[in-house]
């Protein structure tokens, strides 16, 4: 992963929801900070896309399925967070250009901690300078997965151990090796106080779109975010519970939607490899805890 510049693949998320934002598909879906969060020539795109509507707002590039599958996966991850409120702590991992601590009114009375590479997180803060934050406070926490350890930088930023955190890892699992996932979900474990959770987005093992996932897993070890893992469920499952969590959801596309969009057109050629995409959600068991 890269050390100093920003990461491409979290802008391009913020890309695909800014777009998203002026043409919502999934019910519930709304981002209007993400377009902040650009650069000034992604933004003049949203711009431009914003003049031609409603013409689809997306370029080639950034096909419809793949927004609208983000659209659900946002959806999807406010809906566990809002189910655990009232929450003191909320540990974003991975935050790239997520924007939930200025646009989610439910953590007004939250800490929000975004961790994530220095060099993403500086432009981040930057961009993000003229919003007004939701969340009751946001700390940044610049550091690397791989070689930092969370249980000793959280606490150092203020993270309370003695008290429930809700901690959120969207897309960001498959940039790691299995072993780097289980340390993070262990040294987190190690920091939750009882009623803690875990939201986290994992690729499932799939045959599917098996040159899709070739061509996809070129360009992204060509802008420097190699994709490194996917796990089947079970295997998910009894690592997680092996380093501490005990799960309590394993949810894809097709349950996404027939909870909150069953009306909203998307199949698994327009999305792509997301398509196996899954949200595991846990709470961390009892003796895990500090
Ligand atoms: C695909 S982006 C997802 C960003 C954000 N969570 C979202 O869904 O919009 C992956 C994020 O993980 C971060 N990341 C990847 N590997 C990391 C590591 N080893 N240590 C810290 N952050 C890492 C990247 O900097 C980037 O912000």
């Known amino acids: 992963m890269r050390g100093v510049q920003a990461s491409i693949t979290a802008q391009f998320l913020a890309l695909i929801r800014a777009l998203g934002d002026l043409l919502p598909e999934a019910p519930g879906f709304s981002d209007p900070v993400a377009a902040q969060m650009l650069s000034p020539a992604w933004r003049a795109m949203v711009e ?88 009751r406070e946001i700390r940044h926490v610049g550091m690397d997965f791989t070689t930092d350890d969370l249980a000793e930088r959280l606490p150092a930023a203020g993270l309370d151990p003695t008290r429930p955190t809700f901690w959120l890892w969207e897309g960001v699992t498959m940039y790691l090796t299995a072993c780097d996932v289980a340390k993070t979900m262990s040294r987190a474990a190690s920091v939750s106080a009882a009623g803690s959770r875990m939201a986290l987005t994992y690729f499932a093992r799939s045959v599917h779109n098996s040159f899709e996932r070739f061509s996809v897993a ?73």
């Not at 007004?108 to 993403?120: A, I, L, N, Q, S």
């Not at 893992?229 to 394993?250: I, K």
């Not at 709470?283 to 895990?288: D, G, H, M, P, Q």
Request: charged share 20%.
């Open 218 to 290: 070129v360009w992204a070890m060509l802008i420097g975010e190699p994709l490194r893992c996917a796990f089947d469920g079970p295997e998910l499952h009894s690592l997680a519970f092996s380093v501490g969590w005990s799960m309590l959801s394993d949810t894809g596309i097709e349950d996404w939607k027939a909870e909150f969009g069953p009306g909203v057109a998307l199949s698994p050629h327009e999305v792509g490899i997301q398509w196996d995409e899954r949200i595991w959600a846990g709470c961390v068991r009892a003796e895990s805890g500090p």
């Open 48 to 135: 431009r896309a914003r003049a031609r509507l409603p013409v689809s707002p997306y370029p080639f590039w950034a096909r419809r399925g793949m927004a609208v599958f983000n659209q659900f996966r946002t959806v999807a991850l406010d809906r566990a967070i809002a189910e655990a409120l009232p929450i003191q702590q909320l540990v974003i991992l991975g935050a790239g250009f997520d924007g939930r601590a200025y646009r989610l009114a439910g953590l007004r009375d939250t800490r929000v901690f975004e961790v994530d590479h220095p060099g993403t997180q500086a432009v981040k803060i930057g961009r993000a300078a003229g919003l007004t934050p939701q969340a």
